[in-house]
């Protein structure tokens, strides 16, 4: 089946414990992007990778960094994670840029104490 | 550059009556544009696209949008609103001419009411 897997579903942290939101999707996308989701202010674009090591900031990449190193997987990284950064975050992949469309993994809600 | 903007974070009707979704725009090249539902606890799906070829899109569970270049709007309707339409509706735009990045607006809640 054609998806984007996010790890992990849920999680809960504490101020500066670095961690790690993995993404894989199995479609041999070039685009990879990641979100976060907060309420009022919709989705907004933390990073995207048009392919292997390349990668672009979007409109929020503070505090996160990514990699993308093999096509398949775009993890993000919260080196020292802050209370503000308590989101519901979204990975997303398509083909290429254009009109192709995004799909979507389930997202991962993390909250930071 | 480019950004969406979505009128209404809530919208309310009745089963059965029209939907109407309002999406407008803002671009300095063609874009491309997208109406993506949420269903609770889940990731976004999409609904239908623009890429040019017709200015009237037809999507899925019966759902369709009409480009209008002089309005810069998108809106998203639907003719008879189902209980199974409750959902977050977000409109979208990439830019063509190779464009990465994609850009949401701030969403919609739609609720009907039986």
């Known amino acids: 089946e054609a998806q984007v897997t996010q790890n992990p579903r849920y999680l809960i942290t504490v101020t500066g414990k670095k961690l790690t939101v993995t993404c894989s999707q199995n479609m041999n996308h070039e685009y990879m992007s990641w979100y976060r989701q907060d309420p009022g202010l919709g989705l907004r674009q933390i990073y995207y990778s048009m392919n292997v090591e390349v990668t672009d900031k979007g409109d929020v990449p503070e505090g996160y960094k990514v990699s993308r190193k093999e096509k398949r997987n775009f993890p993000l990284i919260l080196e020292s994670p802050s209370p503000n950064q308590t989101s519901l975050y979204f990975c997303?992949?398509?083909?290429?840029?254009?009109?192709?469309?995004?799909?979507f993994g389930a997202g991962s809600r993390l909250t930071v104490l | 550059a480019q950004s969406v903007t979505q009128l209404g974070s809530h919208v309310s009707v009745s089963e059965g009556a029209l939907v109407l979704l309002r999406c407008n725009y803002s671009s300095s090249v063609p874009p491309y544009l997208f109406w993506y539902v949420q269903y609770p606890n889940q990731g976004l799906q999409l609904l239908l696209k623009?890429?040019?070829?017709?200015?009237l899109v037809k999507g899925i569970n019966g759902f369709e949008a009409e480009f209008k270049k002089s309005e810069t709007s998108f809106h998203l309707t639907k003719p008879s609103a189902h209980m199974s339409d409750a959902a977050e509706y977000f409109c979208a735009v990439r830019l063509s001419g190779g464009y990465q990045k994609v850009t949401f607006g701030t969403g919609t809640k739609l609720q009907v009411i039986p």
């Open positions: 997303a992949s398509s083909l290429s840029a254009g009109a192709n469309v995004l799909t």
């Open positions: 623009y890429t040019s070829a017709a200015t």
